[in-house]
């Protein structure tokens, strides 16, 4: 009798290795049980927590509202056969032997790889002492920063994002002294433009914050007592507390030399799959923060979007698209059209957006309601199509102003009548 030559499993019983333990990686395993996968499941993070929810770190969590015990994501049961592996960094992936060394010396085989390794928080490149200054990804930052922020502490936040803002506002209601500097004329220019980013400016410093615009940090010095951040108007602001809220870094490093495009995140096809010499790697899939990909009906430059709903959206593309690759066939459907959304809070109002703002910004008009108060803003591209609509406060006008947004989305992509 000739003996059995063992074959390569059915896609829904491969072994995939999930690299990142945090939404995406958490929502990638759901939805690979939910497409039938039943194979083992092993998810390596470098945290020590299992999955935990970000948001709340700039608001409930330095607010002192919600503690770490309420932030890890709810495990469902399909997921309870998943391996953890808690506390480990990938440091290398091979794409060719389908591995992954961890930095404990071990290596993993895999037969499907999700890559879900996130972003990490950029930090300035100045020289000054590193414990006064803190950043903002993880729940040991979030602690670290929280009593930090006594009333009457001056917190100096440099970078008018989302994060520092979000920050800003917390600090300010917590009685600190609070300045914001950033290089832009405007807070929140690059996301929406400077229409809306002077309104946000109006309510921070209608609490008291203040501004140094279109001023860059040069030096952060030990005074002491206390640090001097130096500005490059020559300008020096008084700190105890220093908070870097200066964008993000994709964590690409174990992906580094394998002939991917590894610029601002790892760049992929629709299909999510990475792309080798302009190929897609069929074998794996980019999930979540640290993935580059193009958004259908948003032009041709691919993305990468840092929005909570992502994941999820990611998620279930990415499972059904690298089940597929496993089993050597195209991406299932007609591509990948998720609609991006995120929201920020700042005194208590909610800033909710869909669609992609950021290019819209040249023509800014306030579709409902008053700039001053609770509004919907329209921002539309140069051809005058709507590509995102920001709420500030009217919760109940958010689902109508969605549809408005996929609706001229799917105005755009449809094919011209022949
Ligand atoms: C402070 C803060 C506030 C936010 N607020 C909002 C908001 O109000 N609205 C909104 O829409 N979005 C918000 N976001 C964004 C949202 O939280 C993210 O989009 C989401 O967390 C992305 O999930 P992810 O799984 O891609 O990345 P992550 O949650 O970063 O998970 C990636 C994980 O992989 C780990 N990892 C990295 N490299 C390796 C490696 N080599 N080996 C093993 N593990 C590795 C990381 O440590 C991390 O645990 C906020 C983010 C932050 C930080």
Redesign the pocket.
């Known amino acids: 009798m000739a003996p059995t030559v063992p074959t390569a499993p059915s896609p829904a019983e491969a072994t995939i290795v999930v690299?990142?333990?945090?939404?995406?990686?958490?929502?990638a395993c759901e939805r690979l049980r939910a497409a039938g996968h039943v194979g083992r499941l092993v998810v390596?993070?470098?945290?020590e927590h299992p999955?935990y929810?970000?948001?709340?770190?700039?608001?409930e969590v330095l607010r002192g509202t919600t503690t770490r015990e309420k932030l890890p994501f709810r495990q469902r049961p399909t997921t309870a056969d998943v391996e953890w592996r808690l506390g480990?960094?990938?440091?290398t992936v091979d794409l060719d032997a389908r591995t992954v060394t961890?930095d404990d010396g071990s290596t993993l085989a895999y037969d499907g790889l999700v890559y879900?390794?996130?972003?990490?928080?950029r930090r300035l490149d100045l020289a000054g002492e590193l414990s006064w200054r803190h950043t903002?990804?993880?729940l040991e930052d979030?602690e670290r920063l929280a009593p930090e922020l006594r009333p009457g502490s001056r917190v100096v936040v440099v970078g008018a994002g989302?994060?520092g803002c979000?920050v800003a506002a917390t600090a300010v209601t917590l009685g600190c002294d609070v300045t914001v500097v950033e290089p832009l004329p405007t807070p929140l220019e690059r996301p929406v433009g400077a229409v809306l980013g002077r309104e946000v400016q109006r309510r921070h410093e209608s609490h008291g914050v203040r501004f140094a615009l279109g001023r860059v940090v040069t030096a952060i010095e030990d005074a002491g007592e206390h640090l001097e951040v130096v500005l490059d108007s020559g300008a020096r602001v008084a700190a105890d507390v220093v908070v870097e809220a200066v964008g993000s870094q994709a964590?690409t490093?174990?992906l580094a030399g394998l002939g991917l495009d590894l610029t601002n995140g790892v760049l992929c096809d629709d299909g999510l799959h990475p792309l080798r010499g302009g190929d897609p790697v069929l074998d794996v899939v980019v999930?979540?923060?640290?993935a580059r990909f193009p958004v259908r009906g948003y032009g041709d430059d691919a993305v990468r979007i840092?929005?909570?709903?992502?994941?999820t959206d990611m998620s279930a593309h990415a499972a059904a698209s690298l089940l597929a690759g496993l089993a050597g066939e195209p991406v299932p459907g007609d591509g990948f059209a998720p609609l991006p959304?995120?929201?920020?809070?700042q005194y208590g109002v909610r800033m909710q957006s869909f669609g992609l703002p950021h290019l819209g910004v040249a023509d800014v008009r306030v579709l409902e309601g008053d700039l001053t108060g609770e509004a919907v803003l329209g921002f539309h591209a140069p051809d005058g199509s709507l590509v995102g609509v920001v709420l500030l406060g009217l919760p109940k006008r958010m689902l109508e102003f969605r549809s408005a947004v996929v609706d001229a989305r799917a105005a755009q992509t449809l094919e011209p009548a022949g």
């Open positions: 690299v990142g333990a945090g939404l995406a990686g958490l929502r390596v993070g470098d945290e999955p929810n970000r948001p709340p770190l700039s608001k480990v960094r990938v440091t961890l879900a390794a996130g972003v990490r928080a903002i990804r993880t979030a989302f994060i979000e964590n490093e174990p999930v979540g923060d640290v840092e929005h909570w709903s992502m994941p959304s995120f929201w920020s809070e």
